[in-house]
């Protein structure tokens, strides 16, 4: 009875469904992750909806007091108290016109600043986005999630010593590696948009701002991220504690040092997105120091998160070609 030939094709395709399909079980990284989020999405939740919040003038710190020479206990005042209570200081007098007329021009500005209700707006959208954006999701969830999938995607088979069997199929290596990255991309993609939509729909109005604007820089730091982490699953032995390892200490570290090394890290061009996708001047999110932090402009950002995954994906395909299959048998 003839049978019909193994076809490259429907073999590449059969490997891309399974993929897609056996990325649907949750390991134990995904199950940390998803907890942190959940965690975080709740103190979100919590702040955006008290008496709290992130405006100027709900939003307390620890100062000393301007009106006290004696040196006490600092007091808690809010962020518009301390603008106000800072005035007096920048209206004395000065002893020439010239000097008048710029002093009053400077505190009627910010007095003005202090009133104006589109500030005041902008201001909390400023703060939701430097701690829930930047410093939980974009710091923290992004590369967990994207580790846990995409590491998942050659690991998972050298767990389950299914390895050897993959790389029977009718498939050269470097295909397999192909068909396994395609399959783990939408997963990788479609949990950090889930993630990203989630954290911002619990900080109300001002998270519903923030995910208009900032999905596309999301978008571009999951295939990214995905794209390394991919890598580092195929070539590791132990994937996810070398991405760790790469998140807490390369990403982070390097990222809070001054200079051009942090250009090195993926995290430096998403940053750079998130810094320069805004609806508006006023509300324009910005490096608190550029001596720490300067962002690329958001084509070289753009060009820079493309290139980078297409330059892993293909030095994954080659490696992956090359090296002794390791199944942990």
Known sequence: MPTSSPSVFRAFWALLLFSLQRHGKVRQLGWVAFGLLAILSGLVFVVSHSDVGWRMETRTRKVSNPKDKEGNEPITMTYRQYGEERLPMYEVIPSTPEGFGLKVAVASAFRAMLQDEEFLNDYAFLSFVRVVVFGYFLSFLLPLLTLAYASGAMG??????????????????????????????????????????????????????????????VLAGSVAFGSLFHLIG????????????????????????????????????????????????????????????????????????????????????????????????
């Open 156 to 217: 998972a088979e050298r767990d389950g010593r299914t390895l050897i069997w993959l790389l029977t199929r009718p498939l050269p290596r470097w295909a397999v590696y192909l068909a396994k990255y395609l399959g783990t991309m939408p997963w990788c993609i479609g949990v950090c948009g889930l993630a990203f939509t989630a954290m911002c729909l619990c900080g109300g109005d001002l998270g519903r701002r923030a995910l208009l604007l900032y999905w596309p820089a």
């Open 234 to 329: 195929a070539i590791f032995r132990w994937p996810a504690v070398v991405g760790l390892v790469y998140v807490f200490f390369f990403e982070l570290l390097v990222g809070a040092l001054p200079g051009s090394l942090k250009q090195l890290s993926l995290s430096f061009y998403v940053r750079s997105l998130f810094y320069n996708e805004t609806a508006s001047d006023i509300a324009r999110v910005k490096p608190e120091s550029v001596d720490v932090f300067a962002p690329t402009d958001p084509t070289t950002a753009w060009f820079t998160l493309i290139v980078v995954s297409i330059v892993l994906t293909l030095i994954g395909m080659w490696l992956f070609g090359r090296q002794e299959p390791k199944d942990g048998s």
